[in-house]
């Protein structure tokens, strides 16, 4: 799918790589771009790029009216890219199971939320590209980073089954798996995580291309970073070689 002149919705757009994504899809021509966050008012960096083609948009995917009023304010979009996200760090059998439950209900759940409320705008703009930022955590357990994986291997499949449902509208559906990104969340997991500050970094703009990049190449799986690509190879060579790489992580 060609991005330029395409209208995009990028949620959790206000920081991180839903920030660096409005700056890839703008360089590449997009025609508008909806920048999606709880509060609008945290996007003004973000919409001071092009404030004739950045609309900052009122969006928390945990609140099904704010979702259902998002799609009727951005009724034009033919990208949809699923950025938003939560973490909690912790063992699952020790953790505040509240915790547990708001990555999920994020993480999982809002997603599907913002599916099921954009797809038929996506199809009735004549079909484009729907983009979920998952992660390589998605293919290993990491004990201590709580519901996080959980959540994210949840949306891979969530992923695998809506790209059939889709495919039929004119949708395309991505898988993008970053590695570690230098963003605030990483910031959170390396404070908790000593191990993972041994892992390289790639910046949020970097990411952001390669995401780019593989929407328009029409890859159903976009691994976005080296580390990201390193794991990408090796999963589709051992599944439990990674599995095993990823829960070994503490």
């Known amino acids: 799918m060609r991005v330029q002149n395409a209208v995009v919705l990028v949620t959790g757009a206000n920081r991180g790589i839903g920030s660096a994504l409005v700056t890839a899809f703008l360089e590449r021509g997009a025609a508008r771009v909806h920048a999606g966050a709880r509060d609008p008012g945290t996007l003004a960096a973000v919409t001071a790029q092009d404030p004739e083609r950045v609309h900052p948009l009122a969006l ?14 951005a009724s034009d979009v033919t990208v949809l890219v699923n950025n938003a996200g939560t973490h909690a760090m912790g063992h699952l059998l020790e953790m505040d199971l509240r915790d547990v439950e708001a990555v999920m209900n994020t993480n999982w759940l809002g997603t599907l939320r913002v599916l099921r409320a954009f797809a038929p705008v996506v199809e009735s703009n004549g079909g484009g590209a729907v983009a979920n930022v998952i992660s390589v955590g998605a293919f290993g357990g990491t004990p201590s980073m709580g519901g996080y994986p959980a959540s994210k291997a949840a949306l891979n499949a969530l992923t695998q089954a809506v790209r059939l449902d889709l495919a039929p509208r004119g949708i395309a559906v991505h898988a993008v798996f ?6 605030d969340m990483l910031r959170l997991t390396t ?10 970094r790639a910046t949020t703009a970097d990411v952001a291309r390669a995401i780019v990049d593989g929407v328009e190449a029409d890859a159903e799986e976009i691994f976005p970073d080296p580390f990201a690509e390193q794991i990408g190879e090796e999963w589709r060579r ?13």
Do not use: N
């Open 60 to 73: 928390d995917i945990t609140d099904p009216t704010s979702v259902t009023s998002a799609a009727l304010t």
């Open 178 to 183: 970053p590695g570690p990104v230098d963003t």
């Open 191 to 200: 404070d908790t995580l000593p191990a993972m500050t041994g892992f390289p």
């Open 238 to 250: 051992d599944p439990k070689a990674v599995e095993r790489r990823l829960t070994a992580i503490e």
